[in-house]
Structure formats: structure tokens, C-alpha cells
């Protein structure tokens, strides 16, 4: 009988993306810093960040040339709510409530919002932020886990 023929490797295969240890230990210095003021729901309102935000920022300091920005936005769902700040990034583009290309790759972080374990639930760090995880939590579940 003969035996099966092994499988092919799979071409061009790229590991997902290593977090740089850089900015990964400077996120995790701000967020405990209490530079920052924790906001729920977006990347940043007025003064207000999420933790997904405080990378943006560290972002947008770090490469002052790429003219990404923050930009006021009214919000047209609840006008009584806090404006949110939208963060301008590449060729116009925005987000306000995820990581963009341009900060995930300058991060080392393969997705707009990482993965966390909480108590057994995966959990993604924007649901952290929102349920009231304080940026002192967040900062050690980064550490420990990205």
C-alpha cells in the first residue's frame, strides 16, 4: 500500500504581524500615564480616549509627516451626545472607532481591534474599554497577552 504523498507547502505564507515591544511598552506607559482621560464608544470625544484611540494618538505623534489628524465631527445619531473625533489617516481616510491600516502596521498589530482573554470570554479591546475596564486593566491585558 502506498503510502500518501506529504502536502505541499503553502505558498508565499506569512505569519501574522509581531506587536513592535517598542510601542506596545510606550501604548501600555500612556495608557497607565493618566495623560489620557478613558471615553467609551469612540476613538476619542473632546478629551476623551478609547484605549484603541491612545494608540492613534501615540500614532499621529510618532509620524508627524504622514499628515494623519483628528477632526471634529457633529454627531447626527444623538446631537445631545458628545461630538466624536474622527482620525484622518491615509489618502483622506477615516475611522472612528478602529485601528487603521496605517497604525496597525506601523504597531505590529494585525487586526483594527485585538483579541483578548477575560475570565475564559474573548473579548476585543474596544468591548473592554466600553464595559468600564479601566485603562490600568486594559494596559496589563496588553501586556500580558499581545
Known sequence: MN?????P??????E??????TIKSQWIAALRSGDYKQGRGWLRTDNYYCCLGVLCDLHSKANPDH???WRPMCNYIDPLEKEY????YAYGK????LLPDDVQRWAGIGCSDPDIVVDNEALILSQ???????FEQIAKH????L
Do not use: C, K, M, V
Open 128 to 134: 473592554l474599554n466600553d464595559r468600564g475596564y479601566t
Open 16 to 21: 501574522e504581524p509581531t506587536i513592535n515591544t
Open 9 to 14: 507547502p503553502i505558498p508565499n505564507y506569512q
Open 85 to 88: 473625533i474622527e482620525y484622518i
Open 142 to 145: 496588553i501586556e500580558e497577552q
Open 94 to 97: 477615516s475611522t472612528t472607532s
Open 3 to 7: 503510502e500518501p504523498s506529504p502536502l
Open 67 to 69: 499628515r494623519q489628524s
